[in-house]
């Protein structure tokens, strides 16, 4: 079935550091691809999405490029704050329904 | 313009008792979807609604139920409950069925005692 694999956590960074967090799926088909972040005792915000092959989403300096070749849809920043400190979920959709990796904690420290 | 919400925030419940949440999609949105996020077991599909209809379910025993209204707003039932039903339950709401972004509710945290 489909599946979405993360980087386990906690990614521990210091303020304005480069952030990475790989995500890579497995999917039958052609899924559209997503980052969710989640802040302490909140839902799910979307992040940033592609829906297709070379796509690249960016939001609030996030970047995430849609790569079919390595199945890979990973996660950056090049600059993090301490208010990024949250979970991030990795995510594909490919009958509507969202399929997640298990989430990455990410902690910036000053 | 108003997001996701869901309700009661919180809900206290013991075994074999039944539980109702509540969730009201953003406006102009017809899908509903519900998913379960358990300590250790991560995000899980639960459940899809749109127009009125049960489009797909998750690997979830049939005590998880749930339905829409005509103002595609959505409860979930879970009749039975049992300990590890303890969890954020989250819903979502998107356009349409095609893949569009879904929009996440802060959720109900559902403890069995």
């Known amino acids: 079935g489909d599946s979405v694999t993360q980087m386990e956590g906690p990614v521990t960074l210091s303020e304005e550091a480069f952030l990475t967090i790989n995500c890579t799926y497995t999917a039958t088909g052609y899924p559209s691809l997503f980052w969710y972040v989640q802040y302490p005792g909140e839902g799910l915000q979307l992040l940033l999405k592609?829906?297709?092959?070379?796509d690249k989403g960016s939001n609030k300096g996030f970047e995430a490029t849609y790569r079919k070749e390595t199945t890979s849809f990973h996660l950056e920043k090049g600059s993090v704050q301490v208010s990024d400190s949250a979970v991030y979920f990795c995510a594909l959709s490919l009958y509507s329904t969202l399929t997640f990796g298990k989430g990455t904690m990410l902690l910036v420290s000053p | 313009e108003a997001g996701v919400t869901q309700s009661p925030t919180h809900l206290i419940k013991t075994r074999g008792q039944q539980a109702t949440l509540r969730c009201s999609p953003i406006?102009?949105?017809?899908?509903v979807y519900w998913y379960q996020q358990a300590l250790g077991l991560g995000l899980q599909f639960l459940l899809w609604y749109d127009e009125g209809e049960e489009r797909n379910r998750g690997n979830f025993p049939p005590r998880f139920s749930g339905r829409q209204f005509p103002n595609y707003s959505s409860e979930l039932n879970v009749n039975a409950l049992e300990l590890e039903d303890s969890a954020l339950y989250l819903c979502?709401?998107?356009?349409?069925?095609?893949?569009?972004?879904?929009?996440f509710g802060d959720g109900t945290r559902l403890s069995i005692l």
């Open positions: 979502a709401s998107s356009y349409d069925i095609s893949n569009q972004p879904q929009h």
């Open positions: 406006s102009g949105h017809t899908s």
């Open positions: 592609a829906t297709k092959a070379d």
